[in-house]
């Protein structure tokens, strides 16, 4: 390093912190291995290793909620953040994605006894017989009544030839 570039801060704490590691960690191993020779000291050293992997445990259980507590927090600004519909229209090949819907799976998941009885119950079943039946009716009546009409002039017509009366004139007086 030259005399005219300043050292990063950060750099001068991680490195003075590895270092102070490093020693802590060489003189722990030294300590240890002293430890382990003294009568009575091993299962205290058992203990702490286990009660480290505990809390070691733990640590990682808190740290991975956080983290997805996190992501999810993240995620939920970044949908809020955007329009997830044009975003789907502007890249997606929806009529691919069409292609690949099986209709029939998802007809087979409908009860089509529960849609009927839906779909009757929408509609004015009664009110379409009767209109129907009264439309029906009327054309009904109108034909019996023009077939009867019909029916009184032919007998009037064969009457008047068998008593020999003048047909009546067409057309009005």
Do not use: C, Y
Not at 95 to 112: H, N, P, Q, S, T
Not at 123 to 151: C, F, K, N, W, Y
Request: hydrophobic share 45%; glycine share 10%; aromatic share 2%.
């Amino acid at each position: 390093m030259d005399g005219t570039t300043m050292p990063n801060p950060v750099n001068l704490v991680v490195g003075a912190a590895a270092r102070a590691g490093g020693t802590a960690g060489r003189m722990l191993g030294f300590g240890l291995g002293i430890a382990r020779r003294v009568p009575g000291v091993q299962p205290a050293l058992t203990e702490l290793r286990q009660r480290g992997a505990e809390t070691l445990g733990a640590v990682d259980a808190l740290t991975e909620q956080m983290l997805h507590a996190g992501i999810r927090r993240v995620v939920r600004t970044a949908l809020d953040a955007v329009d997830l519909t044009a975003i789907v229209v502007d890249n997606v090949d929806l009529d691919a994605v069409a292609e690949r819907i099986d209709v029939d799976k998802i007809i087979g998941r409908v009860d089509l006894v529960v849609l009927a009885d839906t779909v009757i119950e929408g509609v004015d079943l009664p009110r379409i017989i009767r209109e129907s039946t009264d439309s029906m009716s009327a054309e009904a009546v109108l034909g019996i009544r023009s077939q009867g009409m019909h029916a009184d002039d032919a007998v009037a017509g064969f009457v008047g030839r068998l008593i020999r009366r003048a047909p009546p004139e067409s057309g009005a007086k």
